[in-house]
Every structure is written in structure tokens, then in C-alpha cells.
């Protein structure tokens, strides 16, 4: 409120607002942790992947004892920033965005912030919030470098524009599970993120730079670029809506460095009796409420409760599936 930028109003706006974060890695978790503590109203955190001690290095919501649970980061993050502020609404949600629960998950807040590691799920969020008018602001990180934008449609550029056609996203292949990210730089970017974030949620968007960042930390670089508006964009000019409209959405995708994600179930899995009728046949079988993890040598199989499931050691879909039919059937 001293802040001459925010002021009591502002930060009454802010205590009224609703944000959602997408992805609960190393910048979300930073994100999450800034909005919490300056007060946003209530705040949604969506993640599909669960803590492992590799995360902590940078991943700063998460402790050994939520990877020693192998909790859940949406619910990891939850208890985490309760602690934090209670006074705040918080609401962890275990799912995987796709086009079919986008509506269902992202409406009914006023901002999207990016904390997801991959352009399939940004490009589906992108046009979520072309369609239905909703600001976000995207974010990512590898390495010792970093970038971020404020989407705000009709009146900025969207990713859309940024990265299709010409180099697009699909080049990218070096991801933080390839070649590592350090810590500074995605606390550095979830800060300009969530800079933006207190700017529109506090009702001051006039304060807004409307311009590309990025950032290298080992170098010393620092860039900011006016990005102008595509005319023959295909989300924000023409409304052609690929990715929310998922036509083509594998059951199978891959995730992170050697492994995949399954999809094959729309429907809920009964854990414990899951967890009863696997504990004979796999090893080092371990449960809490929200997953269950098992070792298939030389793999490793980690399964949610919305029929989810990662497996880890492969990057062959049809290993994946056929893992996933022996132990939880077709
Ligand atoms: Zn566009």
C-alpha cells in the first residue's frame, strides 16, 4: 500500500483478484510464492507432475520431505503457501491441461501466468486466452537464460505472433531436462512475470512496459524488445484456434527427458485398490492420496488418480502403452 505504484486501492483490487498459474515447476512455484505473499485474492494452481529431490534445486516451494512423499506439486504447493498466507484462497488442482478441460480449468479468473515447460500447453493457453479475451503472461526459462511477455488480446501481440510461422517453437528441443537451468534466472523472470501480474490484477495497466524481455545471467545480457502485432496471425487475426481445438491430441505425449505421459483413461482410477492388487507383482511400490508410484525394472511408473500415468526410463510410445495395459489394463 506505501507503494506509490499500487497504493490502498490497488492493493484492495489486488486482494479482490483471482489468478491462475499453469504449470508449478521452478517459475510457477516462484510466481506462486510472490502473488501469495502480496496478497492476490485467490489463487489457482494447476501441475500434472509430482516433487522429485532434482527439483529442489530451484523448484523454491518444495522441501526433501514433499519429494520423500512424492506429493503432488500442485499439492505440495497448496499446504506450502497456506502456511505462507492464509488469508489467501488456494486451490492446487493434479491435471493435465488439454483442450477437452481448458474451459473447465482456466475460466473464472482474471489472469493466466506461464510456469508450464513445454509450447504445446503455452500455444493451448494462448488460445484460450485469445477466444475468451483473458490476459497471460508468458514466461520461460533453460540455462542461464530466460524470456517473458505480457499477452494482453486485441491490444498486444500474441504468441502467436512471436513464434509461428518461420522459427518455430517446435525447434526448440533443449529443454531444462537436457541441458539444466539455474536457479537465478527463473527467479529473475517469475519476478518481471509477476511485476506484470500485480500491475493488471492491481488495476494499473497503464503501468505495463508491453514489450518482450529476456535475460541471460551467466553473460550479463539483458534485452527489451517492442513486439508488434502479426496481421495475419493465426489466433489473434484470423481466430484459428488449432490447439484449443485439439483435433489431433496424442493419448500419448512426451515429457520431460525420457519418459512419457499416458493418457488413455478419461476416468478416475480407484488408488488404494489399485495400489492392494499391484503391490505383489511390482517393486518399491509407494502411495499417498493423489498417486502411486512403482518400479517396473528398467522402468519407473508413476500413476494419478484421473487415470493418468508418467513413465520414466523410455521415450517409445508403444512401450508406454504396453506397460500401461499389463499393469492397469487396456
Ligand atoms: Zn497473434
Known sequence: MLFAGIGPEGQHRLLASRATIVGCGAIGAAAANLLVRAGVGSLKILDRDFVEPSNLQRQTLFDESDARDALPKAIAAERKLRSINSAVSIQGVVADLRPQNAEALLSGCDLLLDGTDNFETRFLMNDFSVKSGLPWIYAAAVASYGLTMTIRPGLTSCLACLLEPGSSARTLEETCDTIGVLGPIVNLIASWQVAEALKILA?????????????????????????ARNPQCRACAQHNFTYLEGEAQPHITLCGRDSVQIHERGRALDLAALALRLRPVVEDLRQNDFLIHFRVAPYDMTVFADGRAILKGTKDPAVARSIYARYLGA
Open 203 to 227: 488495476g494499473r495497466t497503464e503501468a505495463l512496459h508491453g514489450r518482450l524481455l529476456s535475460c541471460d545471467v551467466w553473460r550479463g545480457h539483458a534485452q527489451s524488445i517492442r513486439m
